[in-house]
């Protein structure tokens, strides 16, 4: 899609982007981290565009900060890091990137990690268990499933592993969004934590609404 502004009202793209994606039943909408103006002193700071797009797409979004091409991989493949706390909007993100993963040298590791003053265990249980379902179902997909620690910033939590992991060389972070509501939410990779990881993660960012 391309568009020039008729006039300084920026909404009215930012708008109509959003109403033409509604119609995408199924599809992907993307959009690059850094607009026209290009990237920002501050690296952290996400455009309005993007901003916008995060909290309401209706279709997964998918923020590009790096082009990427299998070719051009080490291992002929990509990897993603899929953010799954139990919640339904989760693993309908993981259910995105199995489907994304189209190449048998792409690789899915799915991370999940608890808010300090839970239950680690039990809530890390329940998320493997359907971890595990998940990949019975899926065979021909090459899943790893990763607990990382407890934490009271969750958001912070991952970004430090997407960004100093010395094993792995993640391309996209894969993670439910269901809008500005999702900031009122706890122990879930949403809202306020998604906006973390978009704006700091060195990997591209892939999130997936509620109501897809």
């Not at 995105?96 to 808010?115: F, K, M, P, W």
């Amino acid at each position: 899609m391309v568009f020039k502004e008729k006039n300084e009202e920026e909404d009215n793209v930012r708008n109509e982007i959003l109403e033409i994606a509604d119609f995408l039943k199924n599809k992907y909408l993307f959009i690059g981290y850094s607009g026209r103006k290009g990237k920002k002193m501050d690296p952290s700071l996400m455009g309005q565009t993007v901003r916008n797009s995060l909290y309401r797409t209706k279709i997964p979004l998918i923020v590009v900060k790096h082009l990427y091409k299998r070719s051009d991989k080490s291992a002929n493949g990509f990897n993603f890091l899929v953010c799954v706390d139990g919640s339904y909007k989760s693993f309908k993100a993981l259910e995105v990137a199995i489907n994304l993963a189209g190449s048998e040298n792409d690789r899915i590791y799915v991370v999940t990690a608890s808010d300090i003053l839970a239950d680690q265990h039990s809530e890390i249980e329940v998320v493997k268990m359907k971890f595990e379902e998940i990949e019975a179902q899926h065979k021909n997909k090459k899943l790893t499933f990763i607990p990382l620690k407890s934490s009271s910033d969750l958001g912070k939590s991952i970004v430090e592993y997407v960004n100093f992991n010395e094993k792995i060389d993640f391309d996209f972070v894969v993670l439910g969004n269901n809008g500005m509501r999702a900031q009122m939410e706890k122990k879930e990779f949403l809202g306020r934590t998604a906006e973390n990881i978009l704006a700091n993660a060195k990997a591209n960012l892939i999130t997936v609404p509620e109501r897809f």
